[in-house]
């Protein structure tokens, strides 16, 4: 199947600092890719839909000024979480879609940690 | 956004035995997507159905698009350990994809 990476698999950071996170599609061209969150034991909680070329369309309830999304080329979206507090410490994980078949293909995820 | 009803929510079995588990919507969808996340991982896909009645497998995994659209299930036959992690299902529409809650999946060696 499509191969997704994300950078960094891990970071701690401190609070009041921003994190850019970054999602590619290493062998397939996505002009869509997602933003999920995840809590211990619990599903995924879809953030945001980024579209190359265009404005993010973010889930009710999150804020888009703190999770800044970048979709510059069909390969490469980022999320920066921008003035972290510790309750952004979780699981980020994106996904990009390939529409040639409707697959979703997620990428590793990076384990946030605000201190 | 929608979440799918997975059910059950987290099993607990002997090794050599089969898992069935399924996911439901009050709402149509045109392609069912069934994932095994592993802790600390991202998801990864497992099985794609695209028809209303496939029953399309991978190694020991079944899966099936259920007739009503609405609904899909996924078995697995003589579980091993390394079947061990939490499986979603998904719904889409189209460039719009639903998860379930997930059912978490514990094989006692």
């Known amino acids: 199947g499509a191969v997704v990476s994300q950078h960094p698999s891990w970071v701690i950071c401190k609070s009041g600092t921003s994190v850019k996170i970054e999602c590619r599609s290493l062998?397939?061209?996505?002009?869509?890719m997602f933003w999920y969150r995840q809590f211990p034991k619990q599903s995924l909680m879809l953030m945001a839909t980024s579209n190359e070329g265009s404005k993010a369309t973010y889930e009710q309830g999150v804020e888009k000024d703190k999770f800044l999304i970048n979709h510059a080329s069909l390969t490469l979206s980022t999320l920066t979480v921008t003035s972290a507090h510790p309750e952004d410490s979780s699981f980020y994980i994106c996904?990009?879609?390939?529409?040639?078949?409707?697959?979703?293909?997620f990428g590793p995820g990076t384990r946030l940690t605000v201190t | 956004g929608q979440q799918l009803n997975q059910s059950p929510q987290s099993m607990f079995i002997q090794e050599g035995e089969d898992v069935s588990m399924n996911c439901t919507s009050s709402s149509i969808f045109n392609t069912w997507l069934w994932y095994k996340q592993d802790p600390g991982e991202g998801p990864v896909l497992l099985i794609a159905l695209y028809k209303a009645g496939e029953l399309t497998s991978n190694g020991r995994l079944t899966a099936q698009f259920g007739i009503t659209r609405k609904d899909s299930f996924l078995n697995i036959s003589a579980s091993i350990p390394s079947d061990v992690g939490i499986y979603f299902c998904?719904?889409?529409?189209?460039?719009?994809?639903?998860f379930g809650t997930g059912t978490s999946l514990t094989v006692i060696p």
């Open positions: 996904s990009a879609w390939d529409s040639s078949p409707y697959e979703q293909y």
């Open positions: 062998d397939f061209q996505a002009t869509t």
């Open positions: 998904a719904g889409s529409t189209g460039n719009q994809f639903y």
